[in-house]
Every structure is written in structure tokens, then in C-alpha cells.
């Protein structure tokens, strides 16, 4: 298994600003990957993280709404950049480990 | 567009019967594929995974896999209250990419 530490656990935010979310993970992995989870939906990519590269993004998501950081194998942050009340959603990292995905505990985001 | 699909119930079953979930994906590159559990407001936790065709059973799980017909499903026996949550299927292909279905959500009624 693996351990995935992510903060904030949830927050308030008013519109317009930004909220930065981190994950640590408990040893070295090469992906690590972000999810938006909306409330009674089930999980939906946001873009793959890779250390040393610019992240891959899914469609319909973009860098300037929501900029990543990987400066290392155990790391990663992902912002929410210009926040909107349709930004409202639980936010989760993952990684891989032996084809098993693994998530952190996951940020309930509420835009006001 | 790769899919994983599953009915997103509700999925409701008595105390102690079997509930049955199900799940088709339509990528046949997909090799490996997972049952997660996610209660309400938590982050979703590995019960099962199954690699080849056939049953994976793990206690009161069984988790089946027919890649001709590009099915999965998981049979929870003698299910229990605690049982009572969302499951997610997913499937994972040669080119890393995870894909996961909907979530069905099961009620276990005492």
C-alpha cells in the first residue's frame, strides 16, 4: 500500500481567490495524479503529474485554472486557481503502486 | 472514448443477502481491474483486484472478470450495515491510464 498524506482535509474559500492543495506520499513514485470528485459523482482526472515534466491534463481542464507542481518524487500540489462556486468539489490525489491506485484522504472545497 | 460503466443504483439488499454489483468497461487493452469502497465523504479504499478471467474471492468478496465479454462484478455475501457505501469500478490499461465508473451505491438494510 501507500501512504498519502494531503492537506488541507477541506476549506471555505471566497470566490476569486486561490487555494493550493499538497500531497505527500510516503515514498518515491514516478506518477502521481488528480482527481475531482463532485458531489454523487464518481472520480474525474484532472491531469497526471510526472517529476521533472509539465503535467498532463485531461480534457475540459486546464494549467491556468489549475496549475501543478511536482518538484520531487514525493510531492505535488495542485491549485485551484480563480475560484467560482462550480469549483465546489472534493479534490483527490492518487498514485500507483503495482497497478493499485492509492488516494489521499481528499479536500472538500466549498467557493462562496 | 474509454469507458467504464457501471448502474449507479441505488442498489439495495437485506442484511445477510448477497448484493451483486456489475461493471463493463469498453477498452480491451485494459489488463487489470478494481473494486474500490468509498463511504460517504471519504476518499475511496481498495477492496479487490482481479487480473484474469475468472473468480478472486477475499473473504465475503468475489470478484469475477470475463475480458470476452468485457465484464466485472463483485458479489458481497452475507452483506452487512457496514457494507452500506459506494463501490467503484476500475479498469487500468497498458498506457497508465486509470479509468473509473460511476459508482454504485449499495444500502445494507438491518
Known amino acids: 500500500s501507500a501512504v498519502i498524506s494531503q492537506k488541507p482535509s477541506r476549506d471555505i474559500c471566497q470566490r476569486g481567490t486561490s487555494l493550493t492543495i499538497q500531497c505527500q506520499v510516503d515514498s518515491q513514485v514516478t506518477m502521481m495524479f488528480w482527481y475531482r470528485q463532485q458531489p454523487g459523482q464518481s472520480l474525474t482526472l484532472i491531469a497526471t503529474a510526472n517529476q521533472g515534466s509539465e503535467a498532463t491534463y485531461e480534457s475540459g481542464f486546464v494549467i491556468d485554472k489549475f496549475p501543478i507542481s511536482r518538484p520531487n518524487l514525493t510531492f505535488s500540489t495542485l491549485t485551484v486557481s480563480n475560484m467560482s462556486p462550480e469549483d465546489s468539489s472534493i479534490y483527490l490525489c492518487s498514485v500507483t503502486r503495482n497497478t493499485e491506485a492509492f488516494f489521499g484522504q481528499g479536500t472538500r472545497l466549498t467557493v462562496v | ?110
Open chain 2, 1 to 110: 472514448q474509454k469507458e467504464v460503466e457501471q448502474n449507479s443504483g441505488p442498489l439495495s439488499v437485506p442484511e445477510g443477502a448477497i448484493a451483486s454489483l456489475n461493471c463493463t468497461y469498453s477498452d480491451r487493452g485494459s489488463q487489470s481491474f478494481f473494486w474500490y469502497r468509498q463511504y460517504s465523504g471519504k476518499s475511496p479504499e481498495l477492496i479487490m483486484s482481479i487480473y484474469s478471467n475468472g473468480d478472486k474471492e477475499d473473504g465475503r468478496f468475489t470478484a469475477q472478470l470475463n475480458k470476452a465479454s468485457q465484464y466485472v462484478s463483485l458479489l458481497i455475501r452475507d452483506s452487512q450495515p457496514s457494507d452500506s457505501a459506494t463501490y467503484l469500478c476500475a479498469s487500468y490499461d497498458n498506457n497508465n491510464d486509470m479509468r473509473f465508473g460511476a459508482g454504485t451505491r449499495l444500502t445494507v438494510k438491518p
